[in-house]
């Protein structure tokens, strides 16, 4: 079973609207965190926000904000107030520990979703 | 600027050669990472290091080798047994390997096979 589930290969908004972005994870590890990286097309990874798993309140960071809903395993990310320059691909990471159960050593990664924002 | 700085840019790779892939960081992070993505894809982990002289493979590693003789440096070398290198490698770092720690990336390098 996959890991992260990214469902929305593609997504369009207008500027100045708000998106969400899915984002489904699977682990047995109570210990977790969740994460969401920004690629433009130039390439390079871009964090943006983190979730842990015992954390009570949803994170946020300036437009951008996690919908964390730990009974349905889901870490949707908002971004409000869309601008042109989101354009990019969207990347949901998890951080558990994995088979073997021994390390935090990986970064999952879901499929990713492109974020298209029209003017 | 602290970050992670990967050379070089583009790289390209004749049939049978070993090419090594730069990564080089200043945020005194204690772990760093290797990853590779193809196109329309998420990220797979080649290797990772959490101390000097100290390294894990991770999904990937057939085909690849790593050094960590610095607390700065991990290197990269994509070895001819490696038969479709043709990716974007992406290196990373991360103060520890907590749950918690976000990893923080380089540009990239975009590999080809002549």
């Known amino acids: 079973a996959q890991k992260i589930t990214q469902t929305q290969p593609g997504m369009f908004v207008q500027e100045k609207e708000a998106v969400t972005l899915d984002c489904t994870y699977d682990t047995s590890d109570p210990s977790y965190g969740l994460f969401w990286y920004k690629q433009p097309s130039s390439g390079e990874m871009i964090f943006l926000i983190y979730q842990g798993s015992y954390d009570q309140q949803n994170a946020t960071e300036g437009r951008y904000s996690l919908n964390f809903q730990k009974a349905r395993k889901s870490a949707n990310l908002v971004i409000s107030a869309s601008q042109l320059g989101d354009s990019a691909m969207y990347f949901c990471a998890m951080r558990d520990k994995g088979a073997g159960g021994t390390s935090y050593g990986k970064l999952t990664f879901g499929q990713g979703t492109i974020l298209t924002v029209h003017p | 600027d602290g970050g992670i700085t990967q050379s070089p840019k583009y790289l390209f790779r004749k049939e049978g050669q070993n090419v090594t892939l730069s990564c080089e960081q200043n945020?005194?992070?204690?772990?760093m990472y290797w990853y590779r993505q193809d196109p329309g894809q998420g990220l797979r982990l080649i290797y990772y290091?959490?101390?000097?002289?100290?390294?894990q493979k991770g999904d990937i590693a057939e085909g690849y080798s790593v050094s960590r003789e610095k607390k700065e440096s991990f290197p990269l070398t994509v070895t001819s047994a490696q038969k479709n290198p043709t990716a974007f490698y992406l290196c990373?770092?991360?103060?520890?390997?907590?749950?918690?720690?976000?990893?923080?990336f380089g540009d990239g390098t975009r590999l080809s096979i002549l």
């Open positions: 945020l005194n992070h204690d772990a």
């Open positions: 990373a770092s991360s103060r520890g390997l907590g749950w918690n720690q976000p990893q923080h």
């Open positions: 290091s959490q101390i000097v002289n100290d390294f």
